[in-house]
Each structure stands twice: as C-alpha cells, then as structure tokens.
C-alpha cells in the first residue's frame, strides 16, 4: 500500500536553471546542496516544500536516461511520483503480483533507501518510483 508522496522527481537541462525557478520565482527557502548519482548517470537537488520534496534531476551526459527525457521534452518535465512504502521488496512482489512491470532490481535511491520504479505503461502513464520509507519520520 502506497504511503506518504516523499517527492516529485523533475527533469531539467540545468539545475542551477531550475533552482532559480524554484527559489526566485515560487519561493522555495530549503534548496539542499546537488549530488552527483555516478550509477544513474545524474545530479540531483532536492527542494524543500512543507509537505514534500521537488527532486531535480540533471544527466551527467548523453548515457544518462534523462536525456532521452530532455530530448522529448527540451523544456524539462515532470519525470516521476515517489510514494514511500513500508517494506518495499513486500511492496515490489505485490506490483508483480498484480501485473504491472516492475524496472529492474532494487536499489538505492537518492534518499539512501531501496527504490523501484514502476513502467509508466503499467501505472496511466505515470512512472512510479516506490522508496523504502527512510528512518526519520
Ligand atoms: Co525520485
């Protein structure tokens, strides 16, 4: 069962571009210092809202999967919805149970727990990403 939405996960070209939007324009006050993800080929900056997070996402370069995104959507986009989940391998079986194409094995996610995603083919063209809910709240 899906729990609290911990982020939505945005495409930019630019971080630095995006931070601007977020923090000049909207008014966001946490802006949390970028990382490097080696492994999925990006940046990431997450944002601070009072009820969850905006999570930025940047390629590293070409390899990177977001930049097959970038190339759909030059502008950047809406990549994906994080819902955080109890037990998330309990919660991977159950998404297989029911039919719907999990992609790839567990990992972990930029919040330091175990994340999958989910096809958005299978989810009404959402790409679902479910993360092992963190320690601390
Ligand atoms: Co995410």
Redesign the pocket.
């Known amino acids: 069962m899906i729990g609290r939405l911990n982020?939505v996960?945005i495409a930019t070209p630019s971080i630095d571009e995006a931070v601007k939007l977020y923090r000049d324009v909207l008014g966001a006050t946490k802006i949390h210092e970028k990382f490097k993800m080696e492994e999925q080929g990006v940046w990431v900056c997450f944002v601070d809202v009072p009820n969850s997070q905006i999570?930025l996402i940047e390629p590293i370069d070409e390899s990177s999967t977001i930049t097959g995104f970038l190339k759909t959507n030059p502008l950047g986009g809406q990549h994906?919805v994080?819902f955080e989940v109890d037990d998330l391998l309990a919660a991977r079986d159950d998404m297989v149970a029911k039919g719907a194409r999990v992609l790839g094995e567990p990992r972990i996610?930029?919040h330091g727990t175990p994340i999958i995603f989910v096809h958005p083919k299978d989810m009404g063209g959402v790409l679902i990403?479910l993360m092992q809910k963190p320690e601390a709240h």
Do not use: D, M, T
């Open positions: 982020h996960g999570e994906h994080c996610g930029a990403e």
